[in-house]
């Protein structure tokens, strides 16, 4: 993985803003590296060298409901989101 491809180099797995104010964030103590979330939004998320998710530049080029598809993917549900008002969209 390159760090170029960081959404930010500064918070790897985020929080990070995304489109439509949602702010996606992936807990790097409840991710196990299962890397479902890759394989549902590769344009979201990839894996970082300790196996932890990194939110990607890309990641607007992937739709919110995607992106929470991918959050609801994991299996430890280490991926956070929450919309423009600061409430939580997923997990409930
Ligand atoms: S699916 Fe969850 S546990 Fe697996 S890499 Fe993504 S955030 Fe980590």
Redesign the pocket.
Known sequence: MNNGNLADQSKPSGPIKVKNGYTVY?DRLL????????AVSPKA?D?DPDA??VVLKTVDGDSIENIIEAAK????S??FITDDKGNRVFPK
């Open positions: 992936v991710c196990i590296g299962a890397a479902t979330c890759v998320f894996m932890k998710a993917s994991c299996p430890t280490a991926i």
